[in-house]
């Protein structure tokens, strides 16, 4: 499944030459009400909340994903107002990576303490992790639930991998980046092909598309015989 991550001109080159992305905190997103989809007006229900939110958020951050490159709202925001840059990702589906749900309103409360773990169950948590408001639906959000493992600088990492391959690198309308300040920092070799080209606002809608009139340029990836050897390595380093 092909995943865009949106992110300023400095970062992502910083992403690229490094192969990895940063995790995400969840006491460092954006959002307050983060991990509480649900309406809190009893005091000792909040309470079993906040117990909640601190489980859910220690030891593990997310990588955010949006479906589309081509939102005007997502390169203003988290493209650095589109002198940043997009990163696509293919990224296999599965239980690992969820799609948010949007709503209007705050469900209701979950906390029953008549019920074990006072109603604290699967289904509360996975609402928990994967429900905001609907003043958020033009991310059309996914996420990748991580562990907070490699940290440098007081940084989480998640390296790019056969979970998170690097297919794309679409250049900002406004920014000053070129092909070949790009095409250097993806490398020689990468993982798979990744193209790269630069966006525009289309003329007939709201919305960006590609610039034809600009250069493109495909970085060629590992044949399959050393691609699977990788996968390998990958697999036997995280047995031990």
Known sequence: MRMYYYTAKQWGI??????RL???????????FELVPFRQTDKEARKRIKLVVRVLSEGHGVLCFSESWQSTLMWAHYGDKH???CLGFEIEDGPHLTKIDYVSKRLPSQIDFSKPLG?????MLAKCLNVKHSGWKYEKEHRLRVRLNDQRDGIYYHPFNSDIELREVIIGARSSLSIVDVAEAVGKQPAANVKIWTARAAHGAFNMCTDKEKPMDVIPGLDAATKE?????????SKT
């Open 14 to 19: 910083k992403s690229l030459w490094e192969k």
């Open 22 to 32: 940063k995790i995400a905190e969840y006491t460092d997103l954006n959002d307050p």
């Open 83 to 85: 002198k940043g840059m």
């Open 119 to 123: 109603g604290v169950d699967e289904a």
């Open 229 to 237: 050897r990788r996968k390998l390595a990958e697999l036997l380093r």
